[in-house]
């Protein structure tokens, strides 16, 4: 890494994105980054998902200009239309009966941004198909807490890769965090070797 950029930076809270981050070897510090994660209306959600993730980014990097600041976001998508994380558990339910038996798109954005820069962006879809869902398994899931911060409303690398009968991409992406994008715009940065 560039000595002016020194520092790398996660801005997100979420733990499953922290984790996939260590996998990379690479020192870095955590630091949530606040935004306003409402969607526009007909924005499409590959346009979505990099806006968000550089607001993210560009977020970190004007509380800590000296570092090189990742940001992603995920969106999961049926339909064409957005989920976002749920509101409540009853939203959650809902988000879950219309996945279920069928096959959705989850699209994740990542963005590297550093001081004297532009920053950069990548989109990045996966496809996943859950079996059908009976209204007992949706309820027990929903119970357990974890699809409530969750896009889309469930975790594929928890209890919802029961779920899952098929999966089109990097498990990675659907996590929230695809590693080879990531990789790359750290690389193009000169974040991560050359």
């Given at each position: 890494m560039s000595s002016e950029h020194s520092t790398?930076?996660?801005?997100?809270?979420?733990?499953?994105?922290?984790?996939?981050?260590?996998?990379?070897?690479?020192?870095?510090?955590?630091?949530?980054?606040?935004?306003?994660?409402?969607?526009?209306?007909?924005?499409?959600?590959?346009?979505?998902?990099?806006?968000?993730a550089a607001e993210k980014a560009e977020?970190?990097?004007?509380?800590?200009?000296?570092?090189?600041?990742?940001?992603?976001?995920?969106?999961?998508?049926?339909?064409?239309?957005?989920?976002?994380?749920p509101r409540d558990a009853a939203q959650a339910r809902s988000m879950l009966r219309e996945l279920s038996g069928r096959t959705h798109r989850v699209w994740t954005g990542v963005a590297v941004a550093s001081a004297g820069a532009p920053t950069l962006v990548r989109a990045v879809v996966?496809?996943?198909?859950?079996?059908?869902l009976s209204p007992q398994e949706i309820d027990a899931y929903v119970k357990t807490g974890e699809p409530l911060d969750k896009a889309g409303a469930y975790a594929i690398q928890g209890r919802a890769s029961a779920f899952v009968t098929e999966l089109r991409g990097e498990l990675s992406t659907v996590v929230g965090l695809p590693m080879s994008a990531t990789i790359e715009l750290l690389r193009e940065r000169g974040a991560f070797g050359q």
């Open positions: 790398l930076l996660l801005a997100s809270a979420s733990p499953r994105r922290r984790e996939l981050m260590a996998t990379l070897g690479l020192p870095f510090e955590v630091l949530a980054a606040e935004i306003d994660e409402s969607l526009p209306s007909g924005e499409a959600p590959e346009r979505s998902v990099v806006r968000l977020t970190g990097l004007k509380l800590r200009p000296e570092a090189t600041v990742l940001g992603a976001d995920t969106l999961v998508v049926l339909d064409g239309f957005a989920f976002g994380k996966a496809e996943v198909g859950f079996r059908a």
